[in-house]
């Protein structure tokens, strides 16, 4: 008897055990004792449910989840890439122009910046800390940039700026969880899991989402920022490596070759199928297509993943370094992903968090080798999807979870031993580009000393509705029917931000 055939035996000698497991009464009473209660309770949620047609727009096939479909109305973006600076760079470093702040470096912070206000670390009265950066207007825009981006510097003119960003959240893992997923707590859908639910993904062999990370570390809210919540599990997240094989275990194990680990999906399936006939859960189907998408990715992904074949200017451009896990090559190879239609590429890069307790979290030493290490390969993306035909229709968005304070963190009551901002949620800066953005446009505007928005003020729903607008979707038609009444991404608020739509 053949491996190949050993193999078969074993996995249908697995499935016949189960299968009597499930049919046996002391199984069942074991099993089900907490179902079946659920399922009374459920039934009773149901009964007051609504009875009418399903409030989502979007027809959801479990058999090909990932199945390209047309939005509702005519999209501007085909595809997104999302950079997210994990820890929350600092804007008055970067993009918003303070000169007014430098007035008062030094000095004590004015009471009514601290009265009524809640801070992660401050305590007492800080100083106030002028800006840690030379700034200048660059492009026909003449958007302000700072000295630490001088590569963005050269492209503001493809860019809208969004100076006015606010949030409700001062820790970093309640606050990306609220960028990313519409609320402050676990359980909630990603972004780009409910981008792929409405528009499936046009690579087959390839996932609809796809994670890159960076930094040494992932964010603060872990893989819950990429999570699919109560979607089907079909639409979480794949996180991808730069460096080593793209995906763990990717690889047939020593002794299989690719004909036995067919055979391995196709009675796999042929399991779950059976199953499915059993209980009719459409998470059933999501695992086989899974499973088919797994097997499909051993020959796609290797390949897409793989930047060393990328000409020489290509790597000078972006300041790659390949054989090494680090944010450029990621930035590179999210380019290569959309250029393959991935729907949605979600870009984490850990280590923003500028507090001044150490030279690594120093804003004027830490943050500053952060910004040397993005600013010339986000430049080169948005250069090179715009020579490649590719920027009209992938939205790309910049940004963190929350600002920095005007004044210097003073932890615990304590001046810390390097420069520092705290956590600040009144105001920061965001930006977009792409897929019917307006060019060189700013929207927003913060007090003098960037403390608070005085005007354009946005919020993470509002930045959520304006991509899920790009790619074609009403915010608030795009919905899933969970726990008896429809979840949206933007909950009950949100609105598209039109000022900055071309």
């Not at 909630?188 to 690579?203: D, F, H, K, Q």
Request: hydrophobic share 35%.
């Amino acid at each position: 008897m053949t491996q190949k055939q050993l193999h078969q035996q074993r996995l249908i000698r697995e499935a016949e055990k189960a299968v009597m497991q499930m049919n046996t009464r002391r199984h069942f009473l074991k099993e089900s004792a907490m179902g079946l209660g659920a399922l009374a309770l459920g039934s009773l949620f149901g009964s007051c449910a609504s009875k009418g047609p399903q409030s989502s727009s979007v027809v959801f096939d479990p058999a090909h989840p990932l199945m390209p479909k047309l939005p509702p109305f005519a999209a501007k973006a085909k595809s997104v890439i999302y950079l997210h600076m994990a820890g929350a760079p600092s804007q008055l470093e970067l993009f918003d122009y303070k000169p007014e702040l430098m007035k008062m470096d030094g000095q004590d912070c004015p009471q009514s910046l601290l009265e009524g206000k809640k801070f992660a670390f401050i305590r007492g009265v800080p100083k106030m800390l002028g800006p840690q950066a030379k700034f200048a207007q660059h492009g026909n825009s003449r958007a302000w940039v700072s000295e630490n981006m001088p590569h963005l510097a050269s492209i503001v003119d493809e860019i809208s700026f969004l100076k006015a960003v606010t949030t409700d959240q001062f820790n970093h893992a309640p606050a990306q969880l609220m960028v990313h997923t519409g609320s402050a707590r676990l359980g909630r859908p990603s972004i780009g899991s409910w981008a792929t639910y409405g528009l499936g993904t046009e690579n087959q062999n390839l996932p609809g989402f796809v994670v890159l990370t960076s930094g040494g570390k992932n964010p603060d809210a872990g893989k819950s920022v990429w999570g699919s919540g109560f979607l089907p599990s079909v639409y979480q997240g794949v996180q991808c490596r730069s460096e080593g094989d793209p995906v763990l275990f990717i690889k047939d194990p020593e002794g299989m070759d690719r004909d036995l680990r067919k055979a391995s999906i196709d009675a796999i399936n042929q399991v779950n199928a059976e199953e499915y006939k059993t209980y009719n859960d459409p998470e059933i189907l999501s695992r086989i297509s899974q499973y088919e998408m797994a097997y499909k990715m051993q020959i796609s992904a290797p390949e897409v993943m793989n930047i060393n074949n990328e000409p020489a200017y290509i790597h000078e451009m972006y300041g790659t370094q390949p054989g090494h896990g680090c944010f450029a090559n990621n930035v590179l190879l999210a380019r290569k992903l959309v250029e393959k239609g991935v729907r949605f590429v979600q870009l984490f890069d850990w280590g923003w968090d500028s507090h001044g307790t150490d030279a690594s979290l120093a804003i004027d030493l830490g943050f500053i080798n952060k910004c040397r290490s993005v600013d010339k390969c986000i430049t080169a993306l948005i250069l090179d999807l715009k020579q490649r035909g590719l920027l009209e229709e992938t939205l790309v968005v910049w940004g963190g979870e929350f600002g920095r304070t005007p004044m210097m963190e003073n932890r615990e009551g304590k001046q810390n031993p390097y420069k520092g901002r705290d956590h600040h949620t009144e105001a920061f800066t965001m930006w977009m580009a792409g897929a019917g953005i307006k060019k060189g446009f700013s929207y927003g505007e913060t007090d003098e000393i960037g403390y608070s928005a005085i005007s354009g003020k946005v919020e993470p729903f509002d930045i959520q509705a304006t991509i899920l607008n790009q790619l074609g979707f009403d915010h608030e038609k795009l919905t899933y029917d969970f726990q008896g009444r429809p979840f949206r991404l933007t909950d009950t608020r949100g609105k598209v931000i039109t000022d900055i739509l071309s």
